[in-house]
């Protein structure tokens, strides 16, 4: 069996901010010399999504508006609220995000695997992953790992 695991780092803009990371997928691929197997691309922040998705700005709006509709910065969240939240206090820099929160729990995607045949990466004709950030622009990473034969 094969392995290849690698670290991208990624400096987000902010909520909504789709990063294509289909290149770094394919290029991993490549590197692993994986006939057969499988590519993992994951997230290992609460408030980030990854998705596989169609690159078209439209979507992309869209996509950031519904989410605001669903989970908007303006709602009461308890998360936020530092006079009853008593857990994840840790953080030097608490901000209000739980509406960031919610719309990740919400997707609940933090990761997406995709096959590889015959050394290709099986993505459909307009299908790119994507990293997505759902809170404020910060330090990011998404893990690439592929495994297989």
């Not at 400096?11 to 010399?33: K, M, Q, Y």
């Not at 009461?76 to 990740?104: C, F, K």
């Not at 994507?130 to 990473?141: G, H």
Request: net charge negative.
């Amino acid at each position: 069996m094969k392995h290849l695991f690698e670290n991208h780092d990624l400096a987000t803009a902010g909520p909504g901010e789709f990063i294509d990371v289909t290149e770094d997928v394919l290029s991993a691929v490549e590197r692993s010399g994986v006939s057969n197997g499988q590519a993992l691309v994951y997230s290992p922040h609460t408030t980030c999504t990854v998705l596989i998705q169609e690159r078209e700005s439209g979507f992309f709006e869209d996509f950031h508006e519904a989410l605001g509709r669903l989970a908007d910065e303006a709602t009461y969240y308890r998360h936020d609220d530092l006079s009853i939240r008593t857990e994840g206090l840790d953080d030097d820099e608490l901000h209000p995000n739980g509406w960031s929160h919610v719309q990740a729990g919400l997707l609940g995607s933090a990761s997406q695997t995709i096959p590889i045949v015959d050394g290709q990466l099986l993505l459909g004709r307009w299908q790119k992953v994507f990293f997505c950030e759902l809170d404020r622009a910060r330090a990011r990473k998404v893990f690439i790992q592929i495994t297989g034969e």
